[in-house]
């Protein structure tokens, strides 16, 4: 008894060695305010978030701990002392709720339905993406394919594209392999900051993975793998046909824009930066700050599917809070509303007999408008009204059932002029199978019918990626779509030209034009809805007791003088393209002169201005930058601002 007493105090000891020396290196070159078992237990247990290290992968609560909620104020906060904490930011975004979305779950169990004998192939397309750690974990240890019912049970599948998702991705890979075949390193974490200015033993340490800096976190690679995704075509016998079809191409419309190669790329708008100087590690208060920050806000345009989430989080298992999801939801509506379109309506003549109204849309986005998955769509909503607010025209409106009024029966045009009520100008992709069909099984989908949805800034049909994003539908009568005033391609807009009926009405009119957003139309959910299935009828009952209101995105109006009175005044002129890439803009009407010029700093400058048809032709200096025109029309002056990119 009386050796084992020394011999227990000397393991002892020489145990406490061994961890004061991991825990030296691990806060090295200072130290922190806990032992390495407080912190260990505090960042294990100091989250909602389910905590669990799988073989290759953790999940988001794992990485909490030091990422998430500072208690003590001093991680994760900026510097008006609002909590920026990533793991807060990003619990209610429709990424983290990728695997839990009932939307997703419902065309999963779908396509299935429809084709029985596809379904491993189908389940793995699907849950790559929506599961990636769960499914590509399977993978890397060399199991059984990961199937929806292993999601079902699945904790690391249900963490949906989580911190690992991307932060571990092989930068060599990222950008380069599509279709969620996404390729992971074991031992690395990937971050924005330079090696030399992180402290990379603090994370192994406590996590066993060394991060280090990778531009492919910055440069928007790591979304590619999912955000273009190729499906593989089925006949209407379920038999395969060699065929391909592109299920969305967010990432190669990125690549075929004037924003290829810039700041602008994913992260400029889903994850704002911020250059406040902000601690990354919670309890680590001997840390430096780094700046620029990127919060997680993770928003698009999908307001819709996240007020479902919200309202279904409970039975959906989400760890988000009511007041989390208000958040995302301000933030999408902001990015939607802000980030997304610009929108002009003019009334350029009138007389009893006809109103001619242009409705200008420019693409704000570095993708299409709207991109994504293919149910998404937008419509433009125009009324035209009498002198009372009486309507004399409308069009593009949407019914009780959230449809638009006079859609088609299989699908609506595009439309350049638009004569008739029962005309809507409706920009989505619409999928046909081998017979030229319209479907929405994306297992039956061969060439897309219609793909007039808005692209890019400097969108070219010559660009390599050019058959992954094709335009479709369009016809070649529409010289405004994506060509600007002298007719060259990549401006990124559309105008339509209504021709509106006034049948003798000579009094005032008044101009309203409103652009509609909705991710789940309807006609995309019928033919999914007339089976039945336990993620289907979930589905349906959620959507039955919804809002379907589409999301307003943006609007315009203007006015109208009655007949003899209709000479437009100051306010109806329009200088565009705004911004413009070429330094070349016009300005609509003759009777209006440009008198003076400025750049940002108030400075005069030389701008050419040649009188054409229709309008002058305005030549900015060869510098880009902001600039102010001075526009002079009847006596009346107003200043433009115009950006040349």
Same mark, same amino acid.
Not at 74 to 79: I, T, Y
Not at 466 to 476: C, E, F, L, M, S
């Given at each position: 008894?009386?050796?084992?007493?020394?011999?227990?105090?000397?393991?002892?000891?020489?145990?406490?060695?061994?961890?004061?020396?991991?825990?030296?290196?691990?806060?090295?070159?200072?130290? $922190?305010?806990?032992?390495?078992?407080?912190?260990?237990?505090?960042?294990?247990?100091?989250?909602?978030?389910?905590?669990?290290?799988?073989?290759?992968?953790?999940? +988001?609560?794992?990485?909490?701990?030091?990422?998430?909620?500072?208690?003590?104020?001093?991680?994760?906060?900026?510097?008006?002392?609002?909590?920026?904490?990533?793991? *807060?930011?990003?619990?209610?975004?429709?990424?983290?709720?990728?695997?839990?979305?009932?939307?997703?779950?419902?065309?999963?169990? @779908?396509?299935?339905?429809? #084709?029985?004998?596809?379904?491993?192939?189908?389940?793995?397309?699907?849950?790559?993406?929506?599961?990636?750690?769960?499914?590509?974990?399977?993978?890397?240890?060399?199991?059984?394919?990961?199937? &929806?019912?292993?999601?079902?049970?699945?904790?690391?599948?249900?963490?949906?594209?989580?911190?690992?998702?991307?932060?571990?991705? #092989?930068?060599?890979?990222?950008?380069?392999?599509?279709?969620?075949?996404?390729?992971?390193?074991?031992?690395?974490?990937?971050?924005?900051?330079?090696?030399?200015?992180?402290?990379? =033993?603090?994370?192994?340490?406590?996590?066993?993975?060394?991060?280090?800096?990778?531009?492919?976190?910055?440069?928007?690679?790591?979304?590619?793998?999912?955000?273009?995704?190729?499906?593989?075509?089925? *006949?209407?016998?379920?038999?395969?046909?060699?065929?391909?079809?592109?299920?969305?191409?967010?990432?190669?419309?990125?690549?075929?824009?004037?924003? %290829?190669?810039?700041?602008? #790329?994913?992260?400029?708008?889903?994850?704002?930066?911020?250059?406040?100087?902000?601690?990354?590690?919670?309890?680590?208060?001997?840390?430096? $700050?780094?700046?620029?920050?990127?919060?997680?806000?993770?928003?698009?345009?999908?307001?819709?599917?996240?007020?479902?989430?919200?309202?279904?989080? +409970?039975?959906?298992?989400?760890?988000?809070?009511?007041?989390?999801?208000?958040?995302?939801?301000?933030?999408?509506?902001? =990015?939607?509303?802000?980030?997304?379109?610009?929108?002009?309506?003019?009334?350029?003549?009138?007389?009893?007999?006809?109103?001619?109204?242009?409705?200008?849309?420019? %693409?704000?986005?570095? @993708?299409?408008?709207?991109?994504?998955?293919?149910?998404?769509?937008?419509?433009?909503?125009?009324?035209?009204?009498?002198?009372? $607010?009486?309507?004399?025209?409308?069009?593009?409106?949407?019914?009780?059932?959230?449809?638009?009024?006079?859609?088609?029966?299989?699908?609506?045009?595009?439309?350049?002029?638009?004569?008739?009520?029962?005309?809507?100008?409706?920009?989505?992709?619409?999928?046909?199978?081998?017979?030229?069909?319209?479907?929405?099984?994306?297992?039956?989908?061969?060439?897309?019918?219609?793909?007039?949805?808005?692209?890019?800034?400097?969108?070219?049909?010559?660009?390599?990626?050019?058959?992954?994003?094709?335009?479709?539908?369009?016809?070649?009568?529409?010289?405004?779509?994506?060509?600007?005033?002298?007719?060259?391609?990549?401006? $990124?807009? *559309?105008?339509?030209?209504?021709?509106?009926?006034? #049948?003798?009405?000579?009094? &005032?009119?008044?101009?309203?034009?409103?652009?509609?957003?909705?991710?789940?139309?309807?006609?995309?959910?019928?033919?999914?809805?007339?089976? =039945?299935?336990?993620?289907?009828?979930?589905?349906?009952?959620?959507?039955?007791?919804?809002?379907?209101?589409?999301?307003?995105?943006?609007?315009?109006?203007?006015?109208?003088?009655?007949?003899?009175?209709?000479?437009?005044?100051?306010?109806?002129?329009?200088?565009?393209? =705004?911004?413009?890439?070429?330094?070349?803009?016009?300005? %609509?009407?003759?009777?209006?002169?440009?008198?003076?010029?400025?750049?940002?700093?108030?400075?005069?400058?030389?701008?050419?201005?040649?009188?054409?048809?229709?309008?002058?032709?305005?030549?900015?200096?060869?510098?880009?930058?902001?600039?102010?025109?001075?526009?002079?029309?009847?006596?009346?002056?107003?200043?433009?601002?115009?950006?040349?990119?």
């Amino acid at each position: 008894m009386g050796m084992r007493r020394p011999f227990a105090i000397l393991a002892g000891l020489a145990g406490l060695v061994l961890l004061s020396a991991a825990w030296t290196e691990a806060i090295r070159p200072v130290h $922190g305010p806990h032992s390495a078992l407080d912190l260990w237990v505090y960042r294990s247990a100091n989250t909602d978030l389910t905590v669990l290290h799988s073989a290759y992968f953790a999940t +988001a609560g794992r990485c909490a701990g030091c990422h998430g909620h500072d208690t003590v104020g001093l991680a994760s906060v900026d510097a008006s002392g609002r909590d920026v904490n990533v793991a *807060d930011d990003w619990r209610s975004t429709l990424m983290a709720n990728s695997a839990r979305d009932p939307f997703f779950r419902a065309k999963m169990e @779908h396509e299935v339905l429809v #084709n029985p004998g596809h379904q491993g192939e189908i389940e793995g397309k699907c849950l790559s993406c929506h599961a990636p750690l769960g499914f590509h974990e399977q993978r890397m240890l060399g199991g059984a394919p990961f199937t &929806a019912a292993m999601l079902d049970t699945s904790t690391i599948g249900h963490d949906g594209v989580s911190c690992l998702s991307c932060h571990m991705q #092989n930068p060599d890979s990222a950008g380069r392999h599509f279709s969620g075949q996404l390729h992971f390193d074991s031992a690395q974490v990937y971050g924005p900051y330079p090696d030399d200015v992180i402290n990379p =033993n603090i994370m192994e340490f406590f996590v066993g993975w060394r991060p280090q800096e990778g531009q492919h976190i910055l440069d928007g690679r790591v979304c590619a793998g999912c955000h273009t995704l190729l499906t593989s075509t089925l *006949d209407l016998q379920g038999n395969p046909t060699g065929d391909e079809f592109v299920e969305q191409a967010t990432w190669h419309e990125w690549l075929n824009s004037d924003y %290829n190669g810039t700041a602008m #790329n994913c992260r400029g708008c889903h994850m704002p930066r911020i250059n406040d100087s902000i601690i990354l590690a919670a309890d680590y208060a001997f840390l430096p $700050g780094h700046a620029p920050f990127g919060l997680h806000h993770l928003a698009g345009g999908n307001v819709y599917m996240l007020e479902l989430l919200k309202k279904h989080r +409970a039975a959906l298992g989400i760890p988000a809070t009511d007041v989390q999801f208000d958040s995302t939801i301000a933030r999408t509506l902001d =990015n939607l509303q802000r980030r997304t379109l610009e929108l002009d309506v003019q009334l350029l003549d009138r007389t009893t007999d006809t109103a001619w109204i242009d409705v200008r849309l420019l %693409n704000l986005t570095g @993708h299409k408008f709207p991109s994504g998955y293919p149910s998404r769509r937008a419509f433009v909503e125009l009324d035209v009204l009498d002198a009372n $607010g009486d309507t004399l025209f409308h069009s593009g409106r949407f019914d009780a059932t959230y449809e638009v009024e006079g859609h088609d029966a299989d699908m609506e045009p595009h439309h350049d002029v638009i004569t008739s009520p029962d005309q809507a100008q409706i920009y989505e992709l619409v999928m046909g199978d081998v017979n030229d069909d319209v479907t929405t099984v994306l297992e039956r989908a061969k060439s897309p019918l219609k793909d007039n949805r808005l692209v890019p800034l400097g969108f070219s049909t010559t660009h390599p990626s050019y058959d992954t994003t094709v335009i479709a539908g369009v016809p070649a009568t529409d010289l405004d779509f994506n060509h600007d005033a002298l007719g060259l391609e990549g401006d $990124g807009g *559309d105008e339509v030209h209504y021709h509106v009926p006034l #049948n003798g009405y000579g009094g &005032a009119l008044h101009v309203k034009a409103s652009v509609w957003y909705q991710p789940v139309p309807p006609r995309w959910n019928a033919e999914m809805f007339s089976l =039945n299935g336990t993620h289907i009828d979930a589905f349906r009952t959620m959507v039955d007791s919804a809002d379907g209101t589409p999301t307003l995105v943006a609007q315009d109006s203007t006015y109208g003088g009655p007949v003899g009175l209709m000479e437009a005044g100051v306010d109806h002129l329009r200088v565009h393209p =705004n911004p413009t890439r070429d330094g070349t803009v016009w300005l %609509n009407d003759t009777r209006a002169s440009v008198v003076d010029a400025f750049d940002a700093s108030g400075r005069r400058v030389q701008v050419t201005v040649q009188r054409a048809a229709g309008g002058t032709r305005i030549a900015l200096p060869a510098a880009k930058g902001t600039y102010l025109l001075v526009i002079e029309r009847d006596g009346q002056e107003r200043v433009e601002r115009v950006v040349r990119e």
